[in-house]
């Protein structure tokens, strides 16, 4: 080999070290960034308000929502309140509810030809949008919802259906915090508070084999597994025959007692306790728990869902367990519970985390 | 009768003439791999040992994929850094930090100028090794249409890719469109690993959580042939060097070597002190040595015609998740949990 090839060679090499060096010492740093965080899985079944507590950390710790995200989310609404009314009528033909003659017409046009997918809302389309909101019908499938799937919001949307029509409309907080739209894959959000860096997960999005990928999240710090103490008397959109509530004991089962999870911190959020509180005055527990032989009571209800929770957890020492109720939806409420959940994180010496 | 009961009487029937056939099969067949192989004499081969220890992935790797040049090696980790290496210089040339950190695999284009990588965030990223701006490698394109997890990649060349999903189907790719092209949804389990056949650029394997693996073709986006055996998922499949068997690995604590032209299995690899599943399989140039990466931290090195193991490495301190043979057939790579990648020689 030539004198100078072998010098090209060497400076090729030089040049080779000196860039690995500086990618080294790159992930030093990165190391010590990532080390420093606190990573917290949120868990739970669909439709319990996972992602109603990410968009929380957003609005509180982040700022809020970016202007793009915003125009997503006012599509999304415009789309689904057509998709509320489809659903109450369709609810009417399965529970057997007789639509009035004057709407009757107008009810079945509407499931012929408006367009699901599409955020349009024409001024004849936002007139026949409130006549059917209105009729009486709809507002009778609306009060036995809990026998079809109807999204919690669609009431909150409907009642505003001028707003959400008017081509000025731009969605509020509160707005996209009742917008439901299914979490894709994973979402992650990082945000300071209290000189921590924190980072939740939600992974809710995954409908594969959970054996597959769960060892991904071996190092998380703490689990937060998010209950929707309403859906006692709810059947699953994926199986009609099974309970809500039951599956989500039956997720929680496995989840807190897996092998990787298993000495992991855990917090319970039983969540949509505003409209646990409204229904548990109608409709007993007994529905999900025959065994139940309390007071339908908010106190008793309340305190036996979490006693349920709670007795599936196989390995209760040497983990700390805590539960709150929340109102995702409420971001005061959600503060607090977050704060209090962080606090102590913090006060049960957070180094513990960092061994 | 009701509709459970029919479903499970003719469940009952299929399972029946499944175990006819399976006999006929076994009573035509002359022999056994095992037996035909009987008289040749056991390989003997030098111990591989460690060569390079490619260390500074902070987490635990998922993927790894040699280069066409034989000395490129990329690997993926969870924490969230795509690394590409030098073998023989032992350094690293790119590290691309990812969007997601959950990623479960990783492959480079034979041209070499792409690498892609796939995971929880159920989309396949496409990075360009050439467009390097300030020390940082953009993404090239993000192909979405996965409605569950990327499990394994794999390119056909610079504008073609091919992904495997948990939502049970694989997805062949125009990368410069960013779209679909084909298709194959007929596994019941999540897709957890492909293989290109070589010498066909028209046609794959791929192995599922149904346990079974099936071969597809490119154009049609049909599937071919299913093979059943296995009794667990599958998490890796790797075609014979001569493309007419193939390999896997699984849950079921055993290796199995398919023949696409007999149709069916010819050895289980396997004993009775293996309690643990197979991540990843790859097979020597020759195609006489199988390797495996186990759970329980150790590789296999089979024989793949006597079905005997003829070594054990034991040399990481975690599972090993992924491996490949280079090219060139003269380096096994094996990366780790134990955020180490080993190249044995």
Same mark, same amino acid.
């Given at each position: ?9 060497r400076?090729e090499y030089?040049?080779?070290t ?14 010590q960034?990532d080390?420093?965080e ?10 319990s308000?996972?992602s109603?507590?990410?968009?929380q950390?957003?609005?509180l *710790?982040k ?10 989310y006012?599509n ?7 998709? *509320?009314?489809?659903t ?6 399965t529970?057997?509810?007789q ?15 408006v367009?699901?997918?599409s955020?349009?809302i024409t001024?004849?389309?936002?007139e ?5 909101? !209105? !009729? ?10 809990d026998? $079809? ?6 009431k ?12 000025? $409309? ?7 915090? $009742?917008?439901? @739209?299914? &979490?894709?894959?994973?979402? #992650?959000?990082h945000?300071e ?15 594969s ?13 703490m689990?937060?597994? @998010?209950?929707?103490a309403?859906e *006692? ?7 009609q025959?099974t309970n809500?509530?039951?599956e ?6 496995k *989840?807190?007692?897996? #092998?990787?999870f298993?000495?992991k911190?855990?917090? @319970? ?26 007071k339908?009571?908010f106190?008793? %209800?309340s ?8 007795s599936?957890?196989k ?10 109720? &929340?109102?995702?939806t409420n971001?005061?409420? %959600? ?11 913090i ?6 985390y960092?061994? | 009768?009701?509709?459970e009961?029919?479903?499970?009487t003719v ?11 399976n006999?006929?099969k /076994?009573?035509?067949?002359? /022999?056994?791999?095992?037996?035909l ?5 056991p ?14 992935h902070l987490g635990k ?5 040699w ?9 993926a ?12 210089a ?6 691309i930090?990812?969007r997601?950190?959950?990623v479960?695999d990783?492959a ?8 892609a990588c796939?995971?929880l ?19 090239? =394109?993000?192909?979405? /249409?996965h ?6 990649c =794999? ?20 990368i ?12 019941n389990?999540?897709?957890?690993s ?13 192995? +599922?959580c149904? +346990?079974t ?5 490119? =154009?049609?986006g ?5 093979f ?7 998490n ?5 060097p001569?493309?007419?068997a193939?390999g896997?690995?699984?849950?079921? +604590? ?7 032209r007999?149709? =069916? ?7 009775d002190?293996?309690?643990c ?22 590789v ?9 193991d003829?070594?054990?490495?034991e040399?990481h /301190?975690?599972?090993?998740?992924c491996?490949?043979?280079s090219?060139?057939?003269?380096a096994?790579?094996?990366?780790s949990?134990d ?7």
């Amino acid at each position: 080999m030539g004198k100078k090839q072998s010098k090209e060679k060497r400076k090729e090499y030089k040049r080779q070290t000196k860039k690995s060096k500086r990618i080294q010492k790159q992930f030093e740093k990165q190391k010590q960034k990532d080390d420093n965080e606190v990573k917290i899985l949120l868990l739970g079944t669909g439709d319990s308000g996972k992602s109603t507590i990410v968009k929380q950390m957003q609005i509180l *710790y982040k700022g809020g929502f970016e202007k793009d995200e915003i125009e997503i989310y006012k599509n999304v609404i415009r789309t689904n309140i057509k998709s *509320y009314i489809k659903t109450l009528i369709k609810a009417c033909e399965t529970l057997n509810i007789q639509i009035d003659q004057k709407n009757k017409v107008l009810a079945h046009d509407f499931l012929e030809t408006v367009r699901k997918n599409s955020p349009e809302i024409t001024e004849e389309l936002r007139e026949n949008l409130k006549t059917l909101w !209105d !009729d009486k019908a709809l507002k009778e499938a609306y009060v036995r919802r809990d026998e $079809f799937q109807l999204p919690d919001a669609a009431k909150f949307f409907l009642d505003q259906i001028d707003t959400i029509a008017d081509k000025n $409309f731009t969605p509020k907080e509160k707005d996209i915090l $009742f917008c439901r @739209i299914p &979490t894709v894959g994973v979402k #992650e959000i990082h945000f300071e508070v209290n000189e921590h860096v924190w980072r939740l997960i939600d992974v809710g999005g995954q409908r594969s084999e959970r054996r597959k990928w769960i060892h991904q999240f071996e190092n998380v710090n703490m689990l937060i597994f @998010i209950v929707a103490a309403s859906e *006692y008397n709810q059947i699953l959109y994926e199986e009609q025959n099974t309970n809500r509530m039951q599956e989500s004991l039956q997720v929680f089962k496995k *989840y807190v007692n897996n #092998e990787y999870f298993k000495k992991k911190d855990l917090v @319970i959020l039983l969540n949509k306790i505003d409209l646990f509180k409204e229904k548990i005055e109608k409709y007993p527990i007994t529905k999900c728990f025959p065994e139940y032989s309390g007071k339908n009571n908010f106190e008793d %209800t309340s305190k036996f869902i979490k006693k349920q929770y709670l007795s599936l957890v196989k390995r209760k020492k040497k983990r700390k367990i805590n539960s709150h109720f &929340t109102c995702s939806t409420n971001t005061d409420m %959600t503060k607090k519970v977050i704060e209090s959940v962080l606090n102590s994180v913090i006060k049960s010496d957070i180094n513990r985390y960092f061994m | 009768m009701s509709i459970e009961d029919r479903i499970s009487t003719v469940k009952e029937e299929i399972k029946q003439l499944k175990n006819e056939i399976n006999l006929k099969k /076994s009573n035509l067949s002359e /022999s056994s791999l095992r037996t035909l192989a009987s008289d040749i004499p056991p390989l003997e081969t030098s111990e591989l040992v460690v060569r390079v220890h490619l260390t500074g992935h902070l987490g635990k790797v998922y993927g790894v994929h040699w280069a066409e040049d034989s000395n490129h090696i990329v690997s993926a980790s969870q924490d969230g850094k795509v690394i590409v290496w030098d073998a023989q210089a032992q350094c690293k040339i790119h590290a691309i930090r990812l969007r997601s950190n959950w990623v479960m695999d990783c492959a480079f284009s034979p041209s070499m100028n792409l690498v892609a990588c796939g995971g929880l965030d159920n989309l396949c990223t496409i990075y360009d090794l050439s467009q390097e701006e300030e020390g940082r490698i953009n993404i090239y =394109r993000e192909l979405s /249409s996965h409605t569950g997890y990327v499990s394994c990649c =794999r390119f056909l060349d610079d504008q073609r890719i091919v992904t495997s999903s948990g939502d049970m189907s694989c997805i062949l790719w125009d990368i410069e469109s960013g779209s679909k092209i084909t298709e194959f949804a007929d596994h019941n389990g999540d897709v957890m690993s492909l293989d290109l056949k070589p010498g066909d650029t028209n046609t794959f394997a791929s192995g +599922a959580c149904d +346990a079974t693996s099936k071969l597809w073709d490119l =154009r049609s986006g049909t599937c071919e042939a299913t093979f059943e055996g296995h009794q667990s998922d599958i998490n890796s499949v790797q075609f014979f060097p001569d493309g007419n068997a193939f390999g896997t690995g699984s849950d079921d +604590a055993t290796c199995r070597l398919f023949d696409i032209r007999a149709g =069916r299995e010819l050895m289980e690899y396997t004993n009775d002190n293996i309690l643990c599943g197979i991540s990843s399989v790859a097979f020597s140039i020759s195609g006489r040595l199988m390797f495996a990466g186990y759970d329980n931290f150790s590789v296999h090195v089979w024989d793949v015609l006597k079905g005997n193991d003829t070594a054990i490495l034991e040399e990481h /301190s975690n599972r090993v998740s992924c491996l490949g043979v280079s090219k060139d057939g003269m380096a096994l790579v094996t990366g780790s949990w134990d955020k180490e990648l080993k190249i044995w020689a």
